[in-house]
């Protein structure tokens, strides 16, 4: 979990598109595009979440916990 502690420096960032997906960005590289279902369920996930925790999740949901 963030042993680096480089979640805090928050890499990640995300964009919601009108057409309901949402591209996931690492220091602004778009590296994952979420369809409409997985969108709906991230934003679910991070509703109430600090920033921290939703630096985890799109670590978690794009699979990147050692490339930041």
């Avoid at 960005?25 to 996930?45: P, Q, S, W, Y």
């Amino acid at each position: 979990m963030d042993q680096r502690d480089k979640l805090k420096e928050n890499p990640f960032s995300y964009q919601i598109r009108k057409n309901g997906t949402i591209a996931i960005f690492v220091e602004n590289k778009m590296i994952k595009t979420l369809g409409e279902k997985d969108a709906n369920r991230f934003l679910r996930r991070i509703l109430n979440a600090d920033e921290f925790n939703v630096q985890l999740e799109l670590a978690r949901v794009t699979g990147h916990y050692k490339h930041v």
